[in-house]
């Protein structure tokens, strides 16, 4: 992927986000009780398994909490493998939900110390992914709460949006934050976001993969994304 000048982004500005109250309508979850498989590990387009399941990607830096998210998700303590050292996830993992749906563990990006070699790996595993995967029905992106968004989380989010691919923010690790910091960046998160993007499907959801603060509420988002043909 050749990813455009961020600045280039920060000047578009469009839409309103649905609010909060809109998400709160959704039948009751039922894929989070869909027995979990991890299926297999990929690195290009040959090894991806057969594109027949509605899909939804975790994506963001290097270390944000995907993998945590999706142990989290699937109420399983280490199937995604959780990383001491970030950036060192170069495969795209996938999981079965049942036989109904499937979570996809991307490779983080943007890790500094990774550098020009790790990059070029990422862009070329995720064009793999992005520009062939007909069930995708969009991507959860990550944002550490404390961080907000970073130039690298603006670039996949412009990459997103030439493809028309929808995504779902989430804001993490909030159990790091107290109550009026937390809400303060909920805050500029939301309005960034509001400022960047035409495609994200709700305003950030705040999570925390540690609490289990969040779960519940993104659970009825992507039953509602996952099973809406
Ligand atoms: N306090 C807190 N720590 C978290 C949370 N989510 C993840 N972490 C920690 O953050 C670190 C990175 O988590 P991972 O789930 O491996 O992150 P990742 O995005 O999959 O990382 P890569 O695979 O390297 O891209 C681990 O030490 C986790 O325990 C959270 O909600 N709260
Ligand atoms: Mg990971």
């Known amino acids: 992927m050749n990813p455009p ?21 959704i039948p009751v979850p039922y894929l989070s009780t869909q027995p979990a498989h991890f299926l297999t590990g990929a690195v290009s387009h040959n090894q991806f398994p057969p594109d027949d399941l509605p899909e939804i ?31 060192r996830t170069r495969e795209i993992n996938f999981f079965t939900l049942g036989t109904l749906a499937r979570l996809v563990d991307l490779p983080g990006y943007g890790y500094a110390a990774v550098g020009q070699h790790q990059r070029l ?6 064009e793999a992914y992005f520009s062939n995967r007909r069930s995708l029905r969009g991507v959860i992106l990550l944002i550490d709460l404390r961080r907000g968004l970073l130039p690298a989380d ?18 993490t690790k909030i159990d790091k934050l ?3 910091p937390k809400n303060q960046a909920l805050r500029t998160l939301t309005q960034t976001l509001q400022q960047h ?9 705040p999570i925390s993969s540690l609490t289990g603060t969040g779960i519940p509420e993104l659970w009825q988002q992507l039953n509602q994304i996952l099973t809406t043909p």
């Not at 670039?155 to 804001?171: D, T």
């Open 5 to 25: 000048d961020p600045l280039f982004f920060f000047n578009t500005v469009s839409i309103s986000l649905p609010q909060h109250d809109m998400i709160m309508n």
């Open 57 to 87: 990607a975790l994506a963001g830096r290097s270390n944000v909490g995907k993998s945590s998210l999706l142990n989290r998700l699937i109420n399983r303590r280490n199937l995604a493998r959780v990383s001491r050292t970030p950036g």
């Open 121 to 126: 790996i990422w862009d070329r595993v995720a």
């Open 154 to 171: 603006l670039e996949l989010i412009h990459y997103l949006e030439q493809r028309g691919i929808g995504f779902l923010p989430v804001a």
């Open 178 to 180: 107290n109550t009026n």
């Open 197 to 205: 993007t035409r495609l994200a499907i709700s305003p950030p959801m």
